[in-house]
């Protein structure tokens, strides 16, 4: 499928070995809320005495970066990836995309893979460029590449492309998601009654086949959110070479046992995503009772634990049913 594609570790497999080793398939959601960020971090960055948007801008990135640090050192022994969203950053500005290259440089250093969720896309010179600013290790934007980035298939497969020259660096297309009004579009039925989510996972899944790791799976994922539960398990007998990002667990409902419908009969296939219910636990029960505000970190370090090893049953469960059977 690919001309001159760059030959080096494939990323798919960097994700597999770190899988293995960490036993986990957590991927944790960097998506700071400006609004529930922790008082007492706004308040030592003095956020709210900023006079103008910019000088206010440039004070809750530092929060960001103080937030994020944290988080990171904390969840690093439990996730494999984190996740940061690209309009939480984007939002603030210049001031913005320097706390994502800190969030992105802490990361590094702390060992996990980077997963920039931007859902971009587009065809020709523009692809080249977006796949440029993120996956380039020589990058003009100063990200310094990240591992992978989430994409938009709706343009075709030369919309495609551009991502995936690299194969030491990955890339998630939105296939199933999880958000409540996704079926207007992707449940739509076509003329041989399949619905529109399948066509273009099998596309997703052709279009990846000369991009397959040694365990079978390819660069190219699928996004399949949790929260629809059927066409999780529709999807993952159907694209048998597609690993999976499984987003909705958590905040929006899907707890473990929904996600582990996106995983193999060998317990790979899927990394399993969720921000809100990892980074502001310390605001949710069971954690609020035993945190504060000022251990917010400890408390998304006990959250990401928790996640795996709720992961890690249901996987579990799901073998000893599967031997059974």
Same mark, same amino acid.
């Given at each position: ?13 960097? %994700?597999?070995?770190? &899988?293995?080793?960490?036993?986990? $398939?957590?991927?944790? !959601? @960097?998506?700071?809320? /400006? =609004? ?60 913005? %995309?320097?706390?994502? &290259?800190?969030?992105?440089?802490? $990361?590094?250093?702390? !060992? @996990?893979?980077?997963? /920039? =969720? ?74 041989? !009654?399949?619905?529109?989510? /399948? ?127």
């Amino acid at each position: 499928m690919m001309i001159g594609v760059i030959r080096l570790k494939f990323f798919i497999d960097r %994700l597999i070995e770190q &899988i293995k080793e960490k036993q986990s $398939a957590v991927c944790v !959601g @960097l998506d700071p809320h /400006l =609004d529930r960020l922790p008082g007492h971090l706004k308040a030592k960055y003095q956020v709210e005495s900023a006079a103008t948007g910019q000088k206010k801008a440039s004070r809750l990135a530092e929060v960001i970066k103080d937030f994020n640090r944290q988080i990171i050192t904390m969840v690093a022994e439990s996730a494999v990836v984190v996740k940061p969203q690209l309009a939480f950053y984007e939002q603030l500005g210049p001031a913005g %995309l320097e706390a994502l &290259i800190d969030t992105i440089a802490a $990361a590094r250093q702390s !060992g @996990l893979l980077i997963l /920039l =969720d931007g859902k971009r896309n587009d065809i020709g010179s523009s692809a080249r460029c977006y796949a440029s600013a993120y996956l380039n290790p020589d990058s003009l934007s100063g990200i310094r590449r990240a591992d992978a980035l989430t994409i938009n298939p709706y343009l075709g497969r030369e919309g495609i492309e551009p991502f995936l020259a690299d194969s030491s660096r990955g890339a998630f297309a939105l296939v199933r998601t999880s958000n409540p009004g996704a079926g207007e579009i992707q449940n739509i039925r076509l003329k041989n !009654g399949s619905p529109f989510y /399948l066509k273009i996972g099998k596309l997703v899944e052709s279009w990846g086949e000369n991009l397959r790791g040694e365990a079978g799976y390819s660069n190219l994922g699928a996004v399949v959110g949790a929260t629809h539960l059927a066409e999780l398990k529709e999807l993952r007998q159907e694209l048998p070479h597609t690993f999976f990002l499984i987003p909705g667990f958590g905040a929006q409902g899907a707890g473990a046992e929904e996600a582990a419908a996106g995983f193999d009969d060998k317990g790979l296939g899927g990394l399993v995503n969720a921000a809100r219910s990892i980074i502001f636990a310390y605001q949710r029960e069971p954690y609020r009772t035993e945190y504060s505000e000022q251990d917010f970190a400890l408390a998304a370090g006990e959250a990401a634990r928790d996640m795996r090893d709720s992961i890690n049953q249901a996987l579990e469960t799901a073998r000893q049913r599967g031997r059974r059977l």
